[in-house]
């Protein structure tokens, strides 16, 4: 049964850094990829970016080019998602999801992790 | 960069058919997929690669894809379907994926 369990809620002060990690379980971590995705309250999903767990290949959204990083480790299969410069307005819920081959670009999120709250304030 | 555009709000009684469209740039030639996300849950995907349901997706649920417009129609629509949907794709042209701005469906 696949699983991503995600890190406890995070409270942060503007212009520091926030990590969060996605422990995946139930499938082969090595062969799929991992995207996280965030919601601001009240607002849509954003895309933040994408690993794939084979290679370590990472794409990001444009608008957190810069400050966001994307990590992995296979041994733990685990994701990791750091952001850096926080502002007030990534405040939200980030979100791990997987894809599983064979089409790791265009197929689904399929599973997600339960999200984790991210707040930023002084 | 690549835009989806979803209708805000779209409401419908009990029973009947929901539509929900996703507009995008020649989206037909796209896998577009369709989430939906209740209050305070994860999103769950009810749709992907257009047409296709993943195991445990009531028959109620189907989508079409052509030209601009791909379309999640929900029949018989229940008390259970009210949540907010959203469409997303892979832009091969930028190599970043997307999703649309989300649908709140209201039944009535």
């Known amino acids: 049964q696949v699983h991503l369990v995600q890190s406890g809620a995070e409270v942060k002060n503007p212009g520091t850094s926030v990590r969060i990690s996605c422990k995946a379980s139930?499938?082969?971590?090595?062969?799929?990829?991992v995207h996280w995705v965030r919601q601001a309250p009240g607002q849509g999903l954003e895309w933040v970016g994408w690993?794939?767990?084979?290679?370590?290949?990472?794409k990001y959204s444009q608008s957190l080019q810069g400050r966001v990083s994307i990590g992995r480790d296979s041994f733990a299969s685990t994701s990791y998602m750091e952001l850096s410069s926080l502002r007030y307005e990534d405040t939200a819920v980030y979100y791990c999801?997987?894809?599983?081959?064979?089409?790791?670009?265009?197929?689904?999120?399929?599973?997600w992790g339960q999200g984790t709250l991210v707040t930023v304030s002084s | 960069s690549y835009v989806l555009t979803q209708p805000p709000s779209v409401s419908v009684a009990p029973g009947k058919t929901a539509t929900i469209t996703c507009g995008g740039d020649?989206?037909?030639?796209?896998?577009v997929h369709w989430y939906q996300q209740k209050p305070g849950q994860a999103p769950v995907v009810v749709v992907y690669?257009?047409?296709d349901r993943p195991s445990g997706i009531p028959e109620r649920f189907s989508g079409s894809n052509s030209g601009n417009t791909a379309t999640l129609t929900i029949s018989r629509v229940e008390a259970g379907d009210e949540a907010d949907y959203y469409c997303?794709?892979?832009?091969?042209?930028?190599?970043?994926?997307?999703f649309g701005g989300g649908t709140k469906l209201t039944v009535l």
């Open positions: 997303q794709v892979w832009a091969t042209s930028s190599d970043l994926w997307v």
């Open positions: 020649t989206i037909g030639s796209k896998s």
């Open positions: 999801a997987r894809v599983s081959p064979p089409n790791l670009w265009s197929n689904p999120f399929d599973f």
């Open positions: 690993i794939n767990s084979l290679n370590g290949d990472t």
């Open positions: 690669d257009d047409s």
């Open positions: 139930g499938y082969t971590f090595s062969n799929s990829a």
